[in-house]
């Protein structure tokens, strides 16, 4: 079973910069698990920002970035605004025979 | 604009079956694959099933095979998913969404607003 492994929470100052990570327990995250970055706020449905590791979705402010840092898919938000406190999540694509999708459990990304 | 709306979650007894559909309009449907994806009452998101953009071939997730069939009509802009042998665990808000199911994007680019399914006796 595919498990994919976020940080519980964060936080981060107004202005500040956070990344937040995505992992797999049996194997390094590389570009060709296509990761994809989703922005929750509480009652309302998943905001798509980021996919294809880095390209952004449209209409996403350029302060959020994704990369693969070492064996981890990585979300950077770089000048924090009090509107990202969110909770975000990854969405990994396995293509090993199934062709499934496995999320995180999500990041809860506190401004304070 | 790109609108999804989701239908027909509502209270079920466990052991039951429901039918959730999802209207889509603003993209030509029949050229993509679709989702559903179901969040549990205070927990994080969960990929539930998917379809191609024909509706040949489809893919779930391990806890629903069997139990959960997803299916689309093209001709009605429609994706459906059926439930059966329901269990409390399968209480969530459901969101379909639409599937970038295509080297290299594997996404959900849009998604709806979601619809309860609540599994109570």
């Known amino acids: 079973q595919t498990v994919v492994t976020q940080e519980p929470s964060l936080s981060v100052s107004p202005g500040g910069t956070v990344t937040l990570t995505c992992g797999l327990r049996s194997a390094s995250v590389s570009s060709s698990f296509y990761p994809s970055w989703y922005q929750q706020t509480p009652g309302q449905a998943p905001r798509t920002l980021i996919y294809n590791t880095n390209s952004r979705s449209s209409g996403v402010p350029d302060r959020f970035s994704g990369s693969i840092l070492g064996n981890r898919a990585a979300l950077t938000i770089t000048g924090a605004q009090a509107d990202d406190e969110s909770d975000y999540y990854c969405l990994l694509y396995t293509a090993s025979g199934s062709g499934i999708y496995v999320l995180g459990g999500g990041t809860k990304l506190t401004v304070l | 604009e790109v609108q999804l709306l989701e239908s027909g979650g509502r209270l079920v007894q466990p052991g039951g079956s429901l039918r959730l559909s999802c209207v889509v309009s603003?993209?030509?449907?029949?050229?993509?694959?679709m989702s559903w994806v179901r969040q549990a009452p205070g927990q994080g998101l969960e990929w539930v099933a998917s379809?191609?953009?024909?509706?040949?071939?489809?893919y779930y997730v391990d806890s629903v095979k069997g139990r959960f069939t997803i299916s689309r009509d093209n001709s009605k802009n429609t994706v459906f998913l059926q439930m059966s042998s329901l269990r409390a665990e399968d209480t969530a808000v459901y969101y379909c969404?639409?599937?970038?199911?295509?080297?290299?994007?594997?996404?959900?680019?849009?998604w709806g607003q979601g619809t309860l399914v609540t599994v109570s006796s």
């Open positions: 603003g993209f030509r449907f029949s050229g993509y694959a």
């Open positions: 379809v191609d953009d024909d509706g040949a071939v489809t």
């Open positions: 969404a639409k599937d970038r199911r295509v080297a290299p994007l594997y996404y959900f680019e849009f």
